[in-house]
């Protein structure tokens, strides 16, 4: 599925791990959130020497290593508290979304494999074991035409997989604590099945939908989670109406430097519906955006345009 966060990455409650100073972390993520990652590890590293087995602790401390990009560290910190609490699915997980971005696809099969044998209705893991799978089948494919490019049937298959991805592949690390994760199954239930992916992007709710919208909406948000200005400001026709106006070129000059300015973006849609009206579109969904310390959840609605065979974005409606 073509979405922009292809892991997720969850933090922890600060209830849910025994901690010895749960306020002293609930600062320290704060801190962190706000962009102060320095401090934040700063303080845990003070913390973790007084508090070696604090798995809480050095949990977070992998969540901010990963954000900064340090992922070797926050490997590191997420093995040892798989050693700690082997029955967790959460840390799994998260070393899933660190292996795959690093193109150790077996590695984050592996670790995802054990989070699902701990908590077989862990949805997460089944959805991001899935985005393994076609991970490997995209380069088996792509492999397959290297040698015999005129295998057509490998090139149909390589174009529906990279569909899937929009032709990028960025897992973005994400921290919420305000999810709570599942409890660890006592042991594996043999009828155990896994929840409806909760990540975006759904499917239309209109059996009669153009199943290109959708495409061009999810191929939007991945360029906008990906940091790719160009091909996100590719999405919008030359008749676009900007929100308050303004010069079209001035509302690309703004998006452009609030695109490219935060480290790391991640762009989640949900409950995406359509409307066709011949060659336009009405689609609205819920948004989750989340960059440069601030998280916002929105809904929103695209009013779309075929031009030339592309859908394009005419008007874009926003309530907060």
Known sequence: MPISRIFALLLLSMSYLPVAHADNLKEIVQLANSGQATQALERLDTHIRTN??????????????????????????????????????????????????????????????????????????????????????????????????SNSRAQNKLSMIKGLFNGSYKPVIVGNKDTKPAEPAAKPAETAKPAEPAATPAAPAADSADPAVVAAVNAWASAWASQNVDGYLASYASSFKTPKGEARSDWENLRRERISKPAKISVDLSNIKVKMDGDKARVSFQQSYRGGGLAQRTSKTLFMVNSGGKWLIEQEIADN
């Open 52 to 149: 070696p087995k604090d798995a809480q602790a050095i949990f977070t401390r992998g969540v901010i290593l990963a954000e900064v990009g340090k992922r070797d560290e926050a490997i590191k910190s997420f093995v040892s508290v798989t050693e700690m609490h082997p029955n967790l699915p959460e840390p799994y997980n998260n070393l899933a979304v660190l292996y795959a971005d690093q193109g150790q696809y077996d590695k984050a099969k592996k670790a995802l494999e054990t989070a699902i044998k701990t908590h077989p209705s862990y949805a997460t893991a089944h959805e991001n074991l899935g985005d393994v799978y076609a991970r490997q089948a995209s380069e088996a494919y792509d492999k397959a035409l290297q040698l015999d490019n």
